[in-house]
Nanobody, 127 residues
Framework: VQLAESGGGLVQAGGSLRLSCAASGFVFDHYAIGWYRQAPGKEREGVACISNTDGSTYYPESMKGQFTISRDNAKTTVFLQMNNLKVDDTAVYYC?????????????????????WGKGTLVTVSS
């Protein structure tokens, strides 16, 4: 299983970025994909998750409205659209994968946790 994040960089507060997670080495449409982030000195936290079964998405309450996750099964890629970025959004963003059980929603996959991880992409938001 290989996951490769890209699209990070430096952006001013209020700006937008779209991250990509390119997957290979496994049957992509069998896996739920999640985005997580880890800011300096803080624990990793979940940002969003998308199911492989019903196309559902899940966002923790604190992430709703600012982030949008989507997937392109043909390109085996998951995207994270980030809008209205704030300085506090500065972090390394990781994508993770978990084999989704039949009928699992994105929330169920998110709560179960990811099995595989990429190396991350750094997002820096300047004031």
């Amino acid at each position: 299983v290989q996951l490769a994040e890209s699209g990070g960089g430096l952006v001013q507060a209020g700006g937008s970025l779209r991250l990509s997670c390119a997957a290979s080495g496994f049957v992509f449409d069998h896996y739920a994909i999640g985005w997580y982030r880890q800011a300096p000195g803080k624990e990793r936290e979940g940002v969003a998750c998308i199911s492989n079964t019903d196309g559902s998405t899940y966002y923790p309450e604190s992430m709703k409205g600012q982030f949008t996750i989507s997937r392109d099964n043909a390109k085996t890629t998951v995207f994270l659209q980030m809008n209205n970025l704030k300085v506090d959004d500065t972090a390394v963003y990781y994508c993770g994968a978990r084999e989704g059980l039949a009928h699992w929603t994105a929330a169920q996959s998110f709560n179960a946790g990811m099995d595989y991880w990429g190396k991350g992409t750094l997002v820096t938001v300047s004031s």
